[in-house]
């Protein structure tokens, strides 16, 4: 999975230097700069609570997800290095984030996932649906191609978490509400098909 989500942007890799929290580059209009240093930390936030959540219950579907995270922190580093902004995670230390409705979020929702399994897995779907909530927002901000690629990838990869996640609550004979996407479009993922990344 690391391999489809990277290919889909290498060709818009630069080696620079990040020079700023804000790049001075007229390319790119302030909401999205904010947006692409926003992702960064939120698939950060999706990794961290994983993690955290399978050195508590040791559920395989958390590892294999953060690992998957990892590979989009890493697409959206490459937006980082082209437009020369400034990298929050520049010092990646687990559990600790520079936007402070981030860090609020990842300590409520490893406090709630760690109560028990299915709040665990419940946890993960609210995460996913979160980035899918976030994505279409940014994407919607965006006409350019670049940036276009590397969220449509995040977002397909979310919708297959989603879908992971939810059939495992089902597994525990639980359910799960989104609260924020709609119901319509909840259920429009969940029995759709796991989707892959465009090259």
Not at 79 to 87: A, F, H, P, S
């Given at each position: 999975?690391?391999?489809i989500f990277l290919s889909a942007?290498?060709?818009?890799?630069?080696?620079?230097?990040?020079?700023?929290a804000f790049a001075d580059d007229s390319r790119l209009t302030m909401e999205e700069q904010q947006g692409i240093l926003q992702m960064?930390?939120?698939?950060?936030?999706?990794?961290?609570?994983?993690?955290?959540?399978?050195?508590?219950?040791?559920?395989p579907i958390f590892k294999?997800?953060?690992a998957s995270e990892q590979s989009h922190m890493d697409a959206v580093k490459t937006?980082?290095?082209?437009?020369?902004?400034?990298?929050p995670v520049a010092v990646d230390v687990r559990g600790v984030f520079k936007n402070a409705e981030l860090q609020k979020l990842y300590n409520d929702l490893t406090t709630l996932g760690k109560k028990d399994a299915v709040s665990a897995v419940t946890v993960g779907a609210r995460v996913e649906e979160l980035d899918i909530f976030d994505l279409e927002n940014l994407m919607a901000q965006t006409s350019k191609s670049d940036i276009l690629a590397v969220y449509e990838n995040l977002v397909k990869g979310s919708r297959n978490h989603l879908r992971s996640f939810y059939s495992q609550i089902q597994g525990y004979g639980a359910d799960f509400s989104p609260e924020y996407i709609?119901?319509?479009?909840?259920?429009?993922?969940i029995s759709g098909s796991a989707e892959r990344g465009r090259r």
């Open positions: 999975m690391k391999k942007i290498v060709i818009f890799m630069i080696t620079t230097t990040a020079v700023s960064r930390e939120e698939e950060k936030l999706a990794r961290d609570v994983y993690l955290a959540l399978y050195d508590t219950w040791n559920i294999n997800i953060a937006l980082i290095t082209e437009y020369r902004m400034e990298d709609t119901v319509t479009e909840f259920y429009e993922i």
